[in-house]
């Protein structure tokens, strides 16, 4: 199932909050690596904003910070839930096309 994902793309407000993966999410999985990876290397979160949710902290403090959240919550709930469900859908596609 190959997924093709912008290196770089906008942001809505908030991340979906979906019990499935969205289209938004796959648009987003790469957005969602670089927030846990600047997570883990504990980057500053109005840095990571600039640069990868393409928000002005300095000029939205709070409206950033709740997108910056919602996103970084998503790309949590991705590794505990979300590849589960991309795994799931693959194998349902894999069957599918056997028979």
Known sequence: MPVHSDLNPDVD????IAPEI??????HFVTYLRLLDAEADGADWREVTRIVLHRDPANETDHTRICW????ARARWMTKIGYRKILEQAAVKVRSTRN
């Open 13 to 16: 407000d908030l991340a979906p």
């Open 22 to 27: 969205t289209a938004y999410d796959e648009r």
């Open 69 to 72: 959240e919602s996103h970084l």
